[in-house]
Protein backbone atom coordinates (compact mmCIF):
# COMPACT_ATOMS: atom_id res chain seq x y z
CA UNK A 1 0.00 0.00 0.00
CA UNK A 2 1.26 3.49 -1.04
CA UNK A 3 1.79 5.99 1.79
CA UNK A 4 0.92 9.25 0.93
CA UNK A 5 2.97 10.96 3.73
CA UNK A 6 5.83 9.20 2.28
CA UNK A 7 5.60 11.23 -0.99
CA UNK A 8 7.37 14.64 0.75
CA UNK A 9 9.94 12.48 1.85
CA UNK A 10 10.45 10.73 -1.65
CA UNK A 11 10.74 14.01 -3.44
CA UNK A 12 13.34 15.70 -0.88
CA UNK A 13 15.23 12.83 -1.57
CA UNK A 14 15.74 12.99 -5.10
CA UNK A 15 15.11 16.61 -6.02
CA UNK A 16 18.37 18.70 -6.25
CA UNK A 17 17.56 22.43 -7.92
CA UNK A 18 13.52 21.59 -8.77
CA UNK A 19 11.90 24.12 -6.04
CA UNK A 20 8.76 21.74 -5.94
CA UNK A 21 6.97 22.31 -2.74
CA UNK A 22 4.45 19.37 -1.39
CA UNK A 23 3.36 20.34 1.76
CA UNK A 24 1.74 17.62 4.48
CA UNK A 25 -1.30 19.61 4.64
CA UNK A 26 -2.31 19.48 0.62
CA UNK A 27 -2.05 15.39 1.36
CA UNK A 28 -4.75 15.52 4.16
CA UNK A 29 -7.70 14.84 1.37
CA UNK A 30 -6.09 11.38 0.62
CA UNK A 31 -5.26 10.04 4.02
CA UNK A 32 -7.70 7.00 4.30
CA UNK A 33 -8.06 7.73 7.91
CA UNK A 34 -9.19 11.76 8.58
CA UNK A 35 -9.03 13.43 11.57
CA UNK A 36 -12.32 15.18 10.56
CA UNK A 37 -14.07 11.60 9.07
CA UNK A 38 -16.49 11.09 12.26
CA UNK A 39 -16.82 14.87 12.88
CA UNK A 40 -20.28 16.29 12.65
CA UNK A 41 -20.95 18.51 9.96
CA UNK A 42 -22.20 22.23 10.99
CA UNK A 43 -25.84 22.85 10.82
CA UNK A 44 -25.24 26.73 8.67
CA UNK A 45 -21.87 27.95 7.28
CA UNK A 46 -21.38 31.49 5.72
CA UNK A 47 -19.24 31.07 3.04
CA UNK A 48 -16.84 33.92 1.99
CA UNK A 49 -18.47 34.08 -1.40
CA UNK A 50 -20.64 31.80 -4.03
CA UNK A 51 -19.50 27.79 -3.02
CA UNK A 52 -21.17 26.93 -6.07
CA UNK A 53 -18.49 28.81 -9.02
CA UNK A 54 -17.87 25.13 -10.56
CA UNK A 55 -21.10 25.17 -11.66
CA UNK A 56 -23.10 21.47 -11.65
CA UNK A 57 -22.82 17.99 -13.62
CA UNK A 58 -24.30 14.52 -13.88
CA UNK A 59 -23.34 11.64 -15.31
CA UNK A 60 -23.47 7.60 -15.19
CA UNK A 61 -27.42 7.54 -16.12
CA UNK A 62 -29.02 3.94 -15.06
CA UNK A 63 -32.82 3.19 -15.81
CA UNK A 64 -33.65 4.55 -12.26
CA UNK A 65 -30.47 6.48 -11.29
CA UNK A 66 -28.26 9.17 -11.78
CA UNK A 67 -25.02 10.96 -10.16
CA UNK A 68 -25.30 14.45 -9.69
CA UNK A 69 -22.56 16.35 -8.93
CA UNK A 70 -21.25 19.88 -7.70
CA UNK A 71 -18.00 20.63 -5.28
CA UNK A 72 -18.13 23.71 -2.79
CA UNK A 73 -15.54 26.34 -3.98
CA UNK A 74 -16.00 29.98 -3.05
CA UNK A 75 -12.24 30.55 -4.01
CA UNK A 76 -11.44 27.54 -6.45
CA UNK A 77 -7.99 28.58 -7.62
CA UNK A 78 -6.65 28.48 -3.98
CA UNK A 79 -7.66 25.05 -2.96
CA UNK A 80 -11.70 25.72 -2.77
CA UNK A 81 -11.32 28.34 -0.02
CA UNK A 82 -13.09 26.16 2.35
CA UNK A 83 -11.92 25.36 6.09
CA UNK A 84 -11.28 22.10 6.99
CA UNK A 85 -14.95 21.07 8.26
CA UNK A 86 -17.63 19.10 7.06
CA UNK A 87 -20.65 20.56 5.41
CA UNK A 88 -23.98 19.48 4.61
CA UNK A 89 -25.34 20.14 0.89
CA UNK A 90 -28.75 19.78 -0.27
CA UNK A 91 -30.18 18.36 -3.19
CA UNK A 92 -33.44 18.47 -4.70
CA UNK A 93 -34.91 16.19 -8.20
CA UNK A 94 -37.62 17.78 -10.03
CA UNK A 95 -39.70 16.89 -12.89
CA UNK A 96 -39.77 20.27 -14.04
CA UNK A 97 -37.49 22.68 -15.67
CA UNK A 98 -39.04 25.45 -12.21
CA UNK A 99 -38.02 23.16 -9.50
CA UNK A 100 -42.03 23.04 -8.36
CA UNK A 101 -42.51 19.21 -8.74
CA UNK A 102 -39.30 17.64 -6.52
CA UNK A 103 -39.60 13.89 -6.77
CA UNK A 104 -36.31 13.33 -4.73
CA UNK A 105 -34.38 15.20 -2.29
CA UNK A 106 -31.37 14.29 0.95
CA UNK A 107 -28.16 15.75 2.20
CA UNK A 108 -25.22 14.49 1.53
CA UNK A 109 -22.10 15.84 3.36
CA UNK A 110 -19.24 17.84 1.44
CA UNK A 111 -15.82 16.90 3.30
CA UNK A 112 -12.48 17.99 3.15
CA UNK A 113 -10.93 14.46 2.23
CA UNK A 114 -12.67 14.62 -0.95
CA UNK A 115 -12.17 19.04 -1.48
CA UNK A 116 -15.82 19.41 -0.80
CA UNK A 117 -17.43 17.80 -3.54
CA UNK A 118 -20.18 16.38 -3.61
CA UNK A 119 -22.39 13.21 -5.84
CA UNK A 120 -25.27 12.24 -4.68
CA UNK A 121 -26.28 9.17 -6.63
CA UNK A 122 -29.81 9.45 -6.71
CA UNK A 123 -32.25 6.42 -6.73
CA UNK A 124 -36.26 5.84 -7.49
CA UNK A 125 -36.49 7.60 -10.78
CA UNK A 126 -38.84 6.75 -13.97
CA UNK A 127 -36.27 5.35 -16.86
CA UNK A 128 -35.83 7.32 -20.22
CA UNK A 129 -37.06 10.74 -18.30
CA UNK A 130 -35.67 14.15 -18.36
CA UNK A 131 -34.75 15.95 -14.62
CA UNK A 132 -33.50 19.48 -13.05
CA UNK A 133 -31.75 19.54 -10.01
CA UNK A 134 -29.92 21.94 -7.88
CA UNK A 135 -27.83 22.15 -4.70
CA UNK A 136 -27.80 24.19 -1.42
CA UNK A 137 -25.82 24.76 1.15
CA UNK A 138 -26.27 27.18 3.70
CA UNK A 139 -28.30 30.63 2.10
CA UNK A 140 -27.12 29.46 -0.96
CA UNK A 141 -28.06 27.82 -4.24
CA UNK A 142 -26.16 26.22 -7.00
CA UNK A 143 -27.64 27.15 -10.63
CA UNK A 144 -30.47 24.37 -12.19
CA UNK A 145 -29.06 21.44 -14.05
CA UNK A 146 -30.80 19.06 -16.53
CA UNK A 147 -30.28 15.14 -16.50
CA UNK A 148 -31.43 12.09 -18.45
CA UNK A 149 -31.73 8.46 -16.82
CA UNK A 150 -31.45 5.16 -19.47
CA UNK A 151 -34.07 3.44 -21.01
CA UNK A 152 -35.10 0.57 -19.14
CA UNK A 153 -33.33 -2.79 -19.56
CA UNK A 154 -34.21 -4.35 -22.73
CA UNK A 155 -37.22 -1.75 -23.50
CA UNK A 156 -37.24 -0.52 -27.31
CA UNK A 157 -35.78 2.50 -28.15
CA UNK A 158 -36.24 4.41 -31.23
CA UNK A 159 -33.78 7.12 -31.99
CA UNK A 160 -30.32 8.55 -29.24
CA UNK A 161 -28.81 10.91 -29.83
CA UNK A 162 -24.76 11.72 -27.99
CA UNK A 163 -21.98 13.84 -28.48
CA UNK A 164 -18.37 13.31 -28.65
CA UNK A 165 -16.24 15.28 -27.21
CA UNK A 166 -12.30 15.46 -26.05
CA UNK A 167 -9.22 16.96 -25.63
CA UNK A 168 -9.61 20.33 -24.12
CA UNK A 169 -6.38 22.37 -23.39
CA UNK A 170 -7.34 25.34 -21.53
CA UNK A 171 -4.67 27.76 -22.95
CA UNK A 172 -4.82 26.67 -27.07
CA UNK A 173 -8.23 28.09 -27.76
CA UNK A 174 -11.93 28.89 -26.37
CA UNK A 175 -14.65 26.19 -25.78
CA UNK A 176 -16.81 27.30 -27.87
CA UNK A 177 -17.87 23.96 -29.27
CA UNK A 178 -19.39 23.43 -25.93
CA UNK A 179 -21.69 26.77 -26.26
CA UNK A 180 -23.27 25.17 -29.38
CA UNK A 181 -23.12 21.88 -27.93
CA UNK A 182 -25.67 23.00 -25.47
CA UNK A 183 -27.74 23.84 -27.80
CA UNK A 184 -27.68 20.79 -30.10
CA UNK A 185 -30.68 18.01 -28.88
CA UNK A 186 -28.50 15.31 -27.28
CA UNK A 187 -29.46 12.95 -24.69
CA UNK A 188 -25.91 12.46 -23.69
CA UNK A 189 -22.22 13.50 -24.01
CA UNK A 190 -19.64 11.34 -24.10
CA UNK A 191 -15.84 12.85 -23.19
CA UNK A 192 -12.92 10.38 -23.95
CA UNK A 193 -10.15 12.26 -22.12
CA UNK A 194 -7.80 15.53 -21.68
CA UNK A 195 -10.06 16.85 -19.84
CA UNK A 196 -7.67 19.48 -18.22
CA UNK A 197 -4.09 19.74 -19.09
CA UNK A 198 -1.06 19.02 -16.37
CA UNK A 199 1.42 21.67 -18.15
CA UNK A 200 2.85 25.09 -16.74
CA UNK A 201 2.13 28.50 -17.54
CA UNK A 202 2.90 29.33 -21.74
CA UNK A 203 3.29 33.21 -22.89
CA UNK A 204 0.61 34.52 -24.17
CA UNK A 205 0.84 34.70 -27.93
CA UNK A 206 -1.53 34.42 -31.36
CA UNK A 207 -1.73 30.55 -30.70
CA UNK A 208 -2.09 30.87 -26.93
CA UNK A 209 -5.04 32.80 -26.28
CA UNK A 210 -5.03 32.47 -22.36
CA UNK A 211 -3.03 31.03 -19.80
CA UNK A 212 -3.22 28.27 -17.03
CA UNK A 213 -3.09 29.48 -14.01
CA UNK A 214 0.18 27.57 -12.10
CA UNK A 215 3.10 25.82 -12.95
CA UNK A 216 2.62 22.35 -13.78
CA UNK A 217 0.39 20.43 -11.32
CA UNK A 218 1.99 18.16 -9.24
CA UNK A 219 0.52 18.37 -6.13
CA UNK A 220 -3.46 17.37 -5.03
CA UNK A 221 -4.08 21.27 -4.11
CA UNK A 222 -2.68 21.69 -7.94
CA UNK A 223 -4.51 19.26 -9.55
CA UNK A 224 -7.90 20.48 -8.08
CA UNK A 225 -6.76 24.08 -8.84
CA UNK A 226 -6.38 23.16 -12.58
CA UNK A 227 -9.66 20.94 -12.79
CA UNK A 228 -11.05 23.88 -11.11
CA UNK A 229 -9.73 26.83 -13.58
CA UNK A 230 -11.27 24.41 -16.67
CA UNK A 231 -14.40 24.08 -14.54
CA UNK A 232 -14.73 28.27 -14.32
CA UNK A 233 -15.60 27.93 -18.33
CA UNK A 234 -19.08 28.88 -18.31
CA UNK A 235 -19.51 27.50 -21.84
CA UNK A 236 -17.83 23.80 -20.38
CA UNK A 237 -20.55 24.60 -17.18
CA UNK A 238 -23.55 25.16 -19.51
CA UNK A 239 -22.68 21.53 -21.40
CA UNK A 240 -22.84 19.76 -18.05
CA UNK A 241 -25.66 21.43 -16.87
CA UNK A 242 -27.67 20.39 -20.36
CA UNK A 243 -27.23 16.73 -20.44
CA UNK A 244 -25.89 14.00 -18.16
CA UNK A 245 -21.96 12.67 -19.24
CA UNK A 246 -19.84 9.48 -19.50
CA UNK A 247 -16.37 10.06 -19.00
CA UNK A 248 -13.30 8.75 -19.43
CA UNK A 249 -9.40 9.48 -19.21
CA UNK A 250 -6.64 9.79 -21.39
CA UNK A 251 -2.86 10.97 -20.19
CA UNK A 252 -3.14 14.57 -19.69
CA UNK A 253 -5.36 14.09 -16.13
CA UNK A 254 -1.99 12.87 -14.67
CA UNK A 255 1.18 13.62 -17.35
CA UNK A 256 1.45 13.76 -20.89
CA UNK A 257 1.93 9.98 -22.55
CA UNK A 258 2.29 7.99 -19.39
CA UNK A 259 2.34 4.63 -19.65
CA UNK A 260 0.74 2.51 -16.44
CA UNK A 261 3.68 3.63 -13.89
CA UNK A 262 5.64 4.93 -15.92
CA UNK A 263 6.44 8.83 -16.30
CA UNK A 264 6.66 10.75 -19.61
CA UNK A 265 10.76 10.97 -19.94
CA UNK A 266 11.80 14.13 -18.96
CA UNK A 267 14.27 15.71 -16.21
CA UNK A 268 10.99 15.65 -13.42
CA UNK A 269 11.49 13.79 -10.37
CA UNK A 270 8.43 11.72 -10.87
CA UNK A 271 11.41 9.50 -13.46
CA UNK A 272 11.00 7.24 -9.97
CA UNK A 273 8.22 5.13 -10.32
CA UNK A 274 7.43 5.40 -6.55
CA UNK A 275 7.16 9.00 -7.12
CA UNK A 276 5.22 8.77 -10.16
CA UNK A 277 2.75 6.30 -8.54
CA UNK A 278 2.29 9.06 -5.79
CA UNK A 279 1.76 11.57 -8.33
CA UNK A 280 -0.91 9.60 -10.35
CA UNK A 281 -2.76 8.28 -7.17
CA UNK A 282 -2.81 12.05 -6.69
CA UNK A 283 -4.23 13.03 -10.06
CA UNK A 284 -6.56 10.40 -9.83
CA UNK A 285 -8.05 11.67 -6.54
CA UNK A 286 -8.62 15.05 -8.37
CA UNK A 287 -10.47 13.65 -11.13
CA UNK A 288 -12.73 11.51 -9.14
CA UNK A 289 -13.27 14.49 -7.00
CA UNK A 290 -14.46 16.91 -10.22
CA UNK A 291 -16.16 13.89 -12.38
CA UNK A 292 -19.89 12.52 -12.30
CA UNK A 293 -18.07 9.46 -11.30
CA UNK A 294 -20.13 6.78 -8.95
CA UNK A 295 -18.26 5.89 -5.60
CA UNK A 296 -17.37 2.38 -7.29
CA UNK A 297 -14.52 4.62 -9.35
CA UNK A 298 -12.63 5.66 -6.15
CA UNK A 299 -9.53 5.78 -6.01
CA UNK A 300 -7.60 3.32 -3.86
CA UNK A 301 -3.92 4.43 -3.51
CA UNK A 302 -2.85 4.95 -7.32
CA UNK A 303 -5.38 2.65 -8.51
CA UNK A 304 -8.96 3.67 -9.90
CA UNK A 305 -11.48 1.33 -11.69
CA UNK A 306 -12.96 3.69 -14.40
CA UNK A 307 -13.87 0.43 -17.41
CA UNK A 308 -17.08 -0.08 -16.91
CA UNK A 309 -20.54 -0.30 -19.35
CA UNK A 310 -23.72 1.66 -19.16
CA UNK A 311 -26.60 0.18 -21.59
CA UNK A 312 -29.35 1.98 -23.33
CA UNK A 313 -32.09 0.13 -23.75
CA UNK A 314 -32.14 -2.31 -26.68
CA UNK A 315 -30.48 -0.81 -28.66
CA UNK A 316 -26.87 0.51 -27.14
CA UNK A 317 -24.18 -0.06 -24.81
CA UNK A 318 -21.48 1.66 -24.09
CA UNK A 319 -18.29 -0.42 -23.26
CA UNK A 320 -16.17 2.49 -21.28
CA UNK A 321 -12.38 1.48 -21.71
CA UNK A 322 -8.99 2.65 -20.33
CA UNK A 323 -6.37 2.57 -22.24
CA UNK A 324 -3.74 4.20 -19.74
CA UNK A 325 -3.64 2.57 -16.31
CA UNK A 326 -2.64 -0.73 -17.43
CA UNK A 327 -0.37 -0.32 -20.54
CA UNK A 328 2.99 -1.72 -20.81
CA UNK A 329 5.21 1.14 -21.84
CA UNK A 330 5.14 2.94 -25.45
CA UNK A 331 7.23 0.81 -27.70
CA UNK A 332 10.35 2.50 -29.98
CA UNK A 333 10.93 5.36 -27.29
CA UNK A 334 7.33 6.17 -28.46
CA UNK A 335 6.82 8.71 -31.23
CA UNK A 336 5.76 8.56 -34.49
CA UNK A 337 8.25 6.18 -36.40
CA UNK A 338 8.84 3.10 -38.30
CA UNK A 339 7.87 0.15 -36.16
CA UNK A 340 10.98 -2.00 -34.65
CA UNK A 341 10.44 -5.00 -33.05
CA UNK A 342 8.78 -3.89 -29.90
CA UNK A 343 5.55 -3.26 -31.71
CA UNK A 344 4.90 -6.54 -32.56
CA UNK A 345 5.72 -8.18 -28.66
CA UNK A 346 2.69 -10.10 -27.57
CA UNK A 347 3.55 -9.43 -24.13
CA UNK A 348 3.04 -5.79 -25.30
CA UNK A 349 -0.84 -4.55 -24.07
CA UNK A 350 -2.86 -1.09 -24.02
CA UNK A 351 -5.24 -2.53 -22.30
CA UNK A 352 -4.24 -5.11 -19.43
CA UNK A 353 -5.40 -8.69 -19.71
CA UNK A 354 -8.04 -8.53 -17.16
CA UNK A 355 -10.06 -5.19 -19.13
CA UNK A 356 -9.20 -7.01 -22.43
CA UNK A 357 -11.04 -10.53 -20.90
CA UNK A 358 -13.88 -8.14 -19.59
CA UNK A 359 -14.46 -6.58 -22.87
CA UNK A 360 -14.72 -9.89 -24.66
CA UNK A 361 -17.33 -11.14 -22.41
CA UNK A 362 -19.10 -8.33 -22.46
CA UNK A 363 -19.64 -8.30 -26.34
CA UNK A 364 -20.08 -11.80 -26.21
CA UNK A 365 -23.20 -11.41 -24.21
CA UNK A 366 -24.19 -8.48 -25.22
CA UNK A 367 -27.73 -8.78 -26.78
CA UNK A 368 -28.18 -4.92 -27.80
CA UNK A 369 -28.21 -3.25 -31.40
CA UNK A 370 -24.69 -1.18 -31.51
CA UNK A 371 -21.76 -1.80 -29.20
CA UNK A 372 -20.21 1.18 -28.91
CA UNK A 373 -16.53 1.09 -27.36
CA UNK A 374 -15.85 4.42 -26.13
CA UNK A 375 -12.16 4.81 -25.55
CA UNK A 376 -9.27 7.39 -25.49
CA UNK A 377 -6.42 6.83 -28.93
CA UNK A 378 -7.18 5.80 -32.20
CA UNK A 379 -7.14 1.96 -32.86
CA UNK A 380 -7.18 1.68 -36.70
CA UNK A 381 -4.11 2.31 -38.66
CA UNK A 382 -2.98 5.46 -39.95
CA UNK A 383 0.28 4.94 -41.94
CA UNK A 384 2.01 8.53 -41.59
CA UNK A 385 4.57 8.21 -44.20
CA UNK A 386 3.77 8.27 -47.86
CA UNK A 387 4.70 5.72 -50.07
CA UNK A 388 7.53 2.97 -49.60
CA UNK A 389 7.53 2.33 -45.27
CA UNK A 390 5.47 2.76 -42.39
CA UNK A 391 5.22 5.66 -39.82
CA UNK A 392 3.15 4.46 -36.91
CA UNK A 393 2.10 7.00 -34.14
CA UNK A 394 3.54 4.84 -30.73
CA UNK A 395 1.06 6.09 -28.06
CA UNK A 396 -1.83 4.81 -30.14
CA UNK A 397 -3.46 1.38 -31.05
CA UNK A 398 -0.51 1.41 -33.83
CA UNK A 399 2.02 0.74 -30.91
CA UNK A 400 0.21 -2.40 -29.93
CA UNK A 401 -0.26 -4.29 -32.55
CA UNK A 402 -0.57 -7.70 -30.47
CA UNK A 403 -3.67 -6.46 -28.54
CA UNK A 404 -5.11 -5.18 -31.49
CA UNK A 405 -4.72 -7.96 -33.92
CA UNK A 406 -6.39 -9.85 -31.15
CA UNK A 407 -9.35 -7.51 -30.65
CA UNK A 408 -9.81 -7.49 -34.72
CA UNK A 409 -10.12 -11.71 -34.82
CA UNK A 410 -12.37 -11.61 -31.56
CA UNK A 411 -14.71 -8.76 -34.01
CA UNK A 412 -14.26 -11.22 -37.03
CA UNK A 413 -15.09 -14.20 -35.47
CA UNK A 414 -17.43 -13.34 -32.82
CA UNK A 415 -19.41 -10.67 -34.61
CA UNK A 416 -20.73 -8.95 -31.77
CA UNK A 417 -23.42 -6.86 -33.04
CA UNK A 418 -22.72 -3.45 -34.79
CA UNK A 419 -19.51 -2.60 -33.05
CA UNK A 420 -18.40 1.28 -33.23
CA UNK A 421 -15.50 2.30 -32.13
CA UNK A 422 -14.90 6.29 -30.49
CA UNK A 423 -12.13 7.62 -29.61
CA UNK A 424 -10.25 10.71 -29.32
CA UNK A 425 -7.08 12.21 -28.69
CA UNK A 426 -5.80 13.53 -32.15
CA UNK A 427 -7.04 16.79 -32.21
CA UNK A 428 -8.52 15.77 -35.45
CA UNK A 429 -11.65 14.25 -37.28
CA UNK A 430 -11.43 11.12 -38.78
CA UNK A 431 -13.59 8.30 -40.22
CA UNK A 432 -12.59 4.89 -40.54
CA UNK A 433 -13.70 1.34 -41.01
CA UNK A 434 -11.82 -1.89 -38.71
CA UNK A 435 -10.50 -4.05 -40.71
CA UNK A 436 -9.34 -8.07 -40.22
CA UNK A 437 -6.08 -6.90 -41.32
CA UNK A 438 -5.04 -3.55 -42.33
CA UNK A 439 -2.33 -4.29 -44.25
CA UNK A 440 -4.59 -6.32 -47.05
CA UNK A 441 -7.29 -3.88 -48.41
CA UNK A 442 -9.48 -6.87 -49.37
CA UNK A 443 -9.53 -7.95 -45.62
CA UNK A 444 -12.72 -8.12 -43.99
CA UNK A 445 -14.23 -4.91 -42.17
CA UNK A 446 -14.58 -5.95 -38.71
CA UNK A 447 -16.20 -2.83 -37.34
CA UNK A 448 -16.30 1.47 -37.49
CA UNK A 449 -14.67 3.89 -36.07
CA UNK A 450 -15.37 7.62 -34.91
CA UNK A 451 -12.19 10.01 -34.11
CA UNK A 452 -13.44 13.25 -33.09
CA UNK A 453 -11.42 16.17 -32.87
CA UNK A 454 -10.22 18.37 -30.07
CA UNK A 455 -12.48 20.75 -28.22
CA UNK A 456 -9.28 23.11 -28.42
CA UNK A 457 -6.30 21.30 -27.77
CA UNK A 458 -3.70 22.16 -31.43
CA UNK A 459 -5.25 25.82 -32.00
CA UNK A 460 -7.43 26.70 -34.72
CA UNK A 461 -6.43 24.01 -37.13
CA UNK A 462 -6.79 24.01 -41.06
CA UNK A 463 -8.52 22.03 -43.98
CA UNK A 464 -5.46 21.17 -46.12
CA UNK A 465 -5.86 17.57 -47.02
CA UNK A 466 -3.20 15.56 -45.87
CA UNK A 467 -0.96 13.10 -46.97
CA UNK A 468 -2.08 9.81 -45.13
CA UNK A 469 -5.38 10.36 -46.78
CA UNK A 470 -3.71 8.72 -49.77
CA UNK A 471 -5.71 5.91 -50.98
CA UNK A 472 -2.78 3.46 -51.11
CA UNK A 473 -1.36 4.04 -48.01
CA UNK A 474 -4.34 3.85 -45.97
CA UNK A 475 -7.53 2.74 -47.90
CA UNK A 476 -9.69 2.11 -44.48
CA UNK A 477 -9.84 5.85 -43.82
CA UNK A 478 -12.96 7.46 -44.97
CA UNK A 479 -12.51 10.85 -43.54
CA UNK A 480 -10.04 13.49 -42.28
CA UNK A 481 -10.37 17.42 -41.07
CA UNK A 482 -7.98 19.13 -39.21
CA UNK A 483 -9.98 21.85 -37.34
CA UNK A 484 -11.58 21.59 -33.76
CA UNK A 485 -14.96 20.70 -32.78
CA UNK A 486 -16.97 17.71 -31.94
CA UNK A 487 -18.54 14.32 -33.59
CA UNK A 488 -22.72 14.28 -33.23
CA UNK A 489 -23.95 10.57 -33.27
CA UNK A 490 -27.31 9.35 -33.80
CA UNK A 491 -28.14 6.01 -33.06
CA UNK A 492 -31.20 4.33 -34.68
CA UNK A 493 -32.00 0.78 -34.98
CA UNK A 494 -31.43 0.98 -38.29
CA UNK A 495 -28.45 3.33 -38.70
CA UNK A 496 -25.27 5.35 -36.66
CA UNK A 497 -25.13 8.65 -37.97
CA UNK A 498 -21.90 10.81 -37.36
CA UNK A 499 -22.04 14.34 -38.20
CA UNK A 500 -18.56 15.85 -37.95
CA UNK A 501 -19.02 19.47 -36.59
CA UNK A 502 -15.99 21.77 -37.04
CA UNK A 503 -15.24 24.83 -35.75
CA UNK A 504 -13.87 28.26 -37.80
CA UNK A 505 -11.55 29.20 -34.61
CA UNK A 506 -10.72 28.90 -31.54
CA UNK A 507 -8.59 30.93 -30.67
CA UNK A 508 -11.03 33.98 -30.13
CA UNK A 509 -14.43 33.26 -27.92
CA UNK A 510 -16.42 34.22 -31.44
CA UNK A 511 -15.92 30.94 -33.43
CA UNK A 512 -18.41 29.35 -35.91
CA UNK A 513 -19.78 26.06 -35.86
CA UNK A 514 -20.23 23.99 -39.32
CA UNK A 515 -21.06 20.54 -40.30
CA UNK A 516 -18.00 19.28 -42.42
CA UNK A 517 -18.88 16.01 -42.96
CA UNK A 518 -21.42 12.91 -42.16
CA UNK A 519 -21.01 9.06 -42.04
CA UNK A 520 -23.58 6.52 -40.76
CA UNK A 521 -23.00 2.95 -40.31
CA UNK A 522 -25.87 0.36 -41.38
CA UNK A 523 -27.66 -2.42 -38.79
CA UNK A 524 -25.54 -5.57 -40.12
CA UNK A 525 -23.33 -3.93 -42.88
CA UNK A 526 -19.91 -3.54 -41.35
CA UNK A 527 -17.96 -0.15 -42.11
CA UNK A 528 -18.48 3.37 -42.30
CA UNK A 529 -20.78 4.99 -45.47
CA UNK A 530 -20.63 8.81 -46.53
CA UNK A 531 -24.16 9.71 -45.23
Not at 25 to 51: K, M, V, Y
Request: charged share 20%; net charge negative; with cysteine.
Amino acid sequence: MFKYENFETLLQNRIKRRNLIVGAGIFTGLAIASQFSHQRGIAEIQFSDNPFKLGVASGEPYANSVVIWTRLAPDPLNGGGMHPVNVPVHWEISADSSMRRIVAKGTEFATPELGHSVRAIVEGLQPNTWYWYRFHAGSQASRIGRTRTAPAPGSNLSNFNFALASCQSYEEGYYTAYKYMAQDDLDLVVHVGDYIYEGGISPISPTIPRQHNSAEAFTLEGYRNRHALYKLDENLQQAHAMFPWIVTWDDHEVENNYANDISQIDTEPDQDRAIFLQRRAIAYQAYYEHMPLRPLSRPKGPDMQLFRRLSFGNLATFHVLDTRQYRTDQPCDDGVKEPCPEVFDPKATILGKVQEDWLYQGLSSSQVKWNILAQQVPMSQRDFKAGEGRAFDMDKWDGYLADRDRLMDFLAKQKPSNPVCLSGDAHSHWAMDLKADFNNPQSAIVGSEFVCSSISSGGDGDDAIHRYLNKSDNPHIKFHNNRRGYVRCTLTPNICRADYLSMSEVTTPFGTISKRASFVVENGRLGVQPG
